[in-house]
Structures are given as structure tokens and as C-alpha cells.
């Protein structure tokens, strides 16, 4: 029961560090090119929104 509870853990850290790396590539490159900081935006709410 416990390795279960630490499974589901780790994959929600996964989950949720994925969607921040988009975000946190998306802020980066916000000056540069808002285009794809806002594609990058997108994606994270997207895999978030898949992941429920």
C-alpha cells in the first residue's frame, strides 16, 4: 500500500514539474518571441488538463 501511495506521489511531482518546465520556458522566452511563450502556455494547460 505504501509503494502505491509513493508511486502515485512521484507521478504527480513528474506531472506537475512538466507543466512548470513548460511554463518556466515560456516566461523565458516571453520578450523574444510571445508567440511561442504563448504555444508553450498552451501545452502546459493542455497536459494538465489531460493528466486530471
Same mark, same amino acid.
Given at each position: 500500500?505504501?509503494? #502505491?501511495? +509513493? !508511486?502515485?506521489?512521484?507521478?504527480?511531482?513528474? $506531472?506537475?514539474?512538466?507543466?512548470?518546465? #513548460? #511554463? !518556466?520556458?515560456? !516566461? +523565458?522566452? &516571453?520578450g $523574444?518571441?510571445?508567440? $511561442?511563450?504563448? !504555444?508553450? $502556455?498552451?501545452?502546459?494547460? &493542455?497536459? #494538465?488538463? +489531460? +493528466?486530471?
Amino acid at each position: 500500500m505504501k509503494a #502505491l501511495f +509513493v !508511486e502515485s506521489q512521484n507521478m504527480t511531482q513528474r $506531472r506537475i514539474g512538466l507543466a512548470g518546465n #513548460l #511554463l !518556466e520556458r515560456a !516566461e +523565458v522566452c &516571453a520578450g $523574444r518571441d510571445p508567440q $511561442r511563450a504563448a !504555444e508553450l $502556455r498552451n501545452a502546459a494547460m &493542455a497536459y #494538465l488538463g +489531460v +493528466v486530471r
